[in-house]
């Protein structure tokens, strides 16, 4: 059974006319008469009993029309959710995110995409870099909020910068140096170091690691949490110093003590990844209102 004859029958049934149902569809009677007579062939029942007053419907033609109204209404959904599926406006999102680099704006952007997309579903998870990497090798996220990714996946990934953060020391605020308003990194080769996990995010620490060695020292690391609230509560409770991206301070920070570095030192971005090759409509749409939103993200940073 198509579509069209279905609608053809329907049309009869309802209006319990020929010609009713051909100006109804727009159509011509001869072709309204083809269909019913194509189904009532291909069913091998009757559909209507006709004479020349009137077109009554049969008990089979009945049921058939219950079902036809269902089967045209479920087409007509499909089209629908086919197309708004194509606009982004219904399925489904995966964000993975920094929790440390996207507390100031992530429940903003995500309550902004929800307005405007309410029938996307939206998944969150906090990850690491190196956890992003591997979801999205699993396909188990979207889109990622993260640091640079390893050279070697540039192809693989649409990497749009978002904000520009910097590193600072980050001291226990009864520390000998942390009433200075900057400080020398070179100031710091003699105390323990508290590092974020390397295999958590390589390039944040062998970027920390190379400015060290460009001062003169490498650091006596105590330890290598992998979680950025760990790592401040331990320098917050005096098992060392650390250098960090300055967004941390979101997170809770009592008792520790932010500096900036008065060497130069090398700009940390946060990115926006998703799939060069797969990028469905929720991630086009979701890459587009985080690109307007770029300068609130930004600002949002700095408050």
């Known amino acids: 059974m198509e579509l069209k004859t279905l609608r053809s029958f329907v049309a009869v049934a309802t209006l ?141 990934f649409v990497s749009q910068d978002i904000y520009q953060d910097r590193l600072v020391v980050l001291l226990p605020e009864d520390h000998r140096l942390a009433k200075f308003a900057s400080l020398k990194l070179k100031q710091l080769a003699v105390e323990p170091f508290v590092l974020f996990k390397r295999s958590e995010a390589e390039g944040l620490f062998d970027g920390i690691i190379s400015l060290c060695q460009q001062a003169k020292f490498s650091p006596n690391i105590v330890s290598q949490p992998n979680h950025m609230q760990t790592l401040l509560t331990e320098v917050a409770s005096g098992l060392g110093v650390s250098l960090v991206p300055y967004c941390i301070a979101k997170l809770y920070s009592e008792h520790c003590r932010f500096v900036a570095i008065a060497d130069k030192t090398v700009p940390i971005y946060l990115q926006l990844h998703y799939s060069a090759i797969v990028c469905n409509a929720t991630v086009s749409a979701f890459v587009e209102l985080a690109q307007d939103s770029l300068t609130s993200i930004q600002a949002s940073i700095n408050e």
């Not at 008469?33 to 091998?44: F, Q």
């Not at 036809?68 to 708004?84: E, F, G, N, P, W």
């Not at 995500?110 to 990497?133: C, D, F, I, N």
């Open 16 to 156: 319990q006319n020929f010609s009713a149902a051909a100006r109804e569809l727009h159509t011509v009677q001869p072709a309204i008469s083809r269909h019913i007579a194509m189904l009532e062939e291909e069913l091998g029942v009757s559909l209507f009993v006709r004479n020349s007053r009137e077109v009554r419907i049969t008990a089979a033609g009945q049921q058939l029309l219950s079902d036809a109204q269902d089967i045209l209404q479920r087409a007509h959904l499909a089209k629908s959710q086919a197309q708004r599926s194509a606009k982004g406006e219904i399925g489904e999102l995966r964000v993975g995110y920094l929790g440390s680099a996207c507390l100031s704006f992530m429940a903003s952007l995500v309550r902004a995409y929800k307005q405007r997309y309410p029938g996307v579903r939206v998944s969150l998870y906090e990850m690491t870099a190196a956890q992003q990497v591997a979801a999205f090798q699993q396909q188990k996220i979207d889109v990622g909020f993260s640091r640079p990714l390893p050279t070697s996946l540039n192809q693989q």
